[in-house]
Protein backbone atom coordinates (compact mmCIF):
# COMPACT_ATOMS: atom_id res chain seq x y z
CA UNK A 1 0.00 0.00 0.00
CA UNK A 2 1.27 3.69 -0.31
CA UNK A 3 1.21 6.17 2.18
CA UNK A 4 -0.18 9.63 1.26
CA UNK A 5 0.22 13.06 2.72
CA UNK A 6 -1.15 16.01 1.33
CA UNK A 7 -0.35 19.90 1.55
CA UNK A 8 -1.02 23.04 0.36
CA UNK A 9 -4.70 23.82 1.70
CA UNK A 10 -5.86 26.81 3.50
CA UNK A 11 -8.08 30.29 3.43
CA UNK A 12 -8.30 32.52 0.13
CA UNK A 13 -10.52 34.64 -1.38
CA UNK A 14 -12.94 34.29 -3.90
CA UNK A 15 -11.07 34.31 -7.65
CA UNK A 16 -7.64 33.53 -5.89
CA UNK A 17 -5.32 30.63 -5.80
CA UNK A 18 -3.92 27.40 -4.62
CA UNK A 19 -1.84 24.28 -5.52
CA UNK A 20 -1.75 21.16 -3.75
CA UNK A 21 0.10 18.93 -3.41
CA UNK A 22 0.39 14.75 -2.42
CA UNK A 23 3.48 13.28 -1.46
CA UNK A 24 3.42 9.63 -1.78
CA UNK A 25 5.39 6.87 -0.53
CA UNK A 26 5.99 3.08 -0.17
CA UNK A 27 5.43 2.08 -3.31
CA UNK A 28 6.45 2.53 -7.06
CA UNK A 29 4.18 5.49 -7.66
CA UNK A 30 3.94 5.15 -11.22
CA UNK A 31 1.95 2.18 -10.75
CA UNK A 32 -0.71 3.75 -9.48
CA UNK A 33 -3.68 6.43 -10.93
CA UNK A 34 -4.41 8.51 -9.01
CA UNK A 35 -7.04 11.34 -7.86
CA UNK A 36 -8.53 14.44 -6.02
CA UNK A 37 -11.81 14.15 -4.19
CA UNK A 38 -12.75 16.53 -1.63
CA UNK A 39 -16.18 16.68 1.22
CA UNK A 40 -17.87 19.24 2.32
CA UNK A 41 -19.55 19.34 5.45
CA UNK A 42 -22.47 17.15 5.83
CA UNK A 43 -21.89 15.98 2.42
CA UNK A 44 -20.45 12.90 0.46
CA UNK A 45 -17.10 12.62 -0.65
CA UNK A 46 -17.02 13.76 -4.37
CA UNK A 47 -15.03 13.35 -7.37
CA UNK A 48 -13.08 15.85 -8.67
CA UNK A 49 -9.91 15.31 -10.66
CA UNK A 50 -8.24 12.13 -11.82
CA UNK A 51 -5.10 11.33 -13.57
CA UNK A 52 -3.93 7.55 -15.23
CA UNK A 53 -0.26 6.18 -14.54
CA UNK A 54 1.36 7.94 -17.02
CA UNK A 55 -0.70 11.66 -16.82
CA UNK A 56 -1.91 10.77 -20.07
CA UNK A 57 -5.51 10.42 -19.27
CA UNK A 58 -7.56 13.15 -16.92
CA UNK A 59 -11.27 13.24 -16.16
CA UNK A 60 -12.58 16.57 -13.89
CA UNK A 61 -15.45 16.62 -12.63
CA UNK A 62 -17.99 19.46 -14.38
CA UNK A 63 -18.06 22.15 -11.15
CA UNK A 64 -14.29 22.21 -11.70
CA UNK A 65 -13.54 22.19 -15.50
CA UNK A 66 -11.46 24.74 -17.07
CA UNK A 67 -10.43 26.16 -13.27
CA UNK A 68 -8.56 22.77 -12.25
CA UNK A 69 -5.87 21.10 -13.58
CA UNK A 70 -4.34 17.98 -12.28
CA UNK A 71 -0.68 16.50 -12.99
CA UNK A 72 1.74 14.41 -11.29
CA UNK A 73 5.52 14.20 -11.39
CA UNK A 74 6.63 10.62 -11.53
CA UNK A 75 10.06 11.06 -10.55
CA UNK A 76 9.19 13.44 -7.53
CA UNK A 77 6.21 10.98 -6.38
CA UNK A 78 3.78 13.83 -6.40
CA UNK A 79 0.51 14.88 -7.47
CA UNK A 80 -0.94 18.33 -7.77
CA UNK A 81 -3.93 20.17 -8.13
CA UNK A 82 -4.07 23.60 -9.64
CA UNK A 83 -6.80 25.25 -8.45
CA UNK A 84 -7.80 29.27 -10.20
CA UNK A 85 -11.01 31.28 -9.88
CA UNK A 86 -11.86 29.93 -6.66
CA UNK A 87 -15.60 30.04 -5.73
CA UNK A 88 -17.22 29.77 -1.96
CA UNK A 89 -18.93 26.33 -3.20
CA UNK A 90 -14.90 24.75 -3.50
CA UNK A 91 -14.85 25.02 0.56
CA UNK A 92 -13.91 21.33 1.62
CA UNK A 93 -11.70 19.13 2.98
CA UNK A 94 -9.45 17.89 -0.14
CA UNK A 95 -8.11 14.06 -0.41
CA UNK A 96 -5.54 12.61 -2.24
CA UNK A 97 -6.50 8.87 -3.58
CA UNK A 98 -4.49 6.13 -5.13
CA UNK A 99 -5.10 2.82 -6.97
CA UNK A 100 -3.59 0.05 -7.89
CA UNK A 101 -3.69 -0.07 -11.84
CA UNK A 102 -3.13 2.30 -14.43
CA UNK A 103 -6.75 3.75 -15.67
CA UNK A 104 -8.31 6.65 -14.01
CA UNK A 105 -11.43 6.02 -12.36
CA UNK A 106 -13.76 8.28 -10.58
CA UNK A 107 -15.58 6.25 -8.72
CA UNK A 108 -14.17 6.85 -5.41
CA UNK A 109 -14.48 3.00 -4.18
CA UNK A 110 -12.08 2.03 -6.99
CA UNK A 111 -9.50 3.85 -4.71
CA UNK A 112 -7.58 1.69 -2.18
CA UNK A 113 -5.16 4.28 -0.40
CA UNK A 114 -6.27 7.79 1.20
CA UNK A 115 -4.61 11.00 2.03
CA UNK A 116 -5.64 12.52 5.67
CA UNK A 117 -6.79 15.47 3.94
CA UNK A 118 -6.12 19.10 3.77
CA UNK A 119 -8.56 21.92 4.56
CA UNK A 120 -9.21 24.34 1.59
CA UNK A 121 -11.84 27.18 2.53
CA UNK A 122 -12.71 30.02 0.19
CA UNK A 123 -14.38 32.97 1.27
CA UNK A 124 -16.62 35.11 -0.65
Known amino acids: QVQLVESGGGL ?9 SCAASGRTFSSYAMGWFRQAPGKERDFVAVISWSGG ?11 FTISRDNAKNTLYLQMNSLKPED ?10 GTAALIDRRAYDS ?7 TVSS
Open 91 to 100: TAVYYCAARI
Open 57 to 67: TTYYAESVKGR
Open 12 to 20: VQAGGSLRL
Open 114 to 120: WGQGTQV
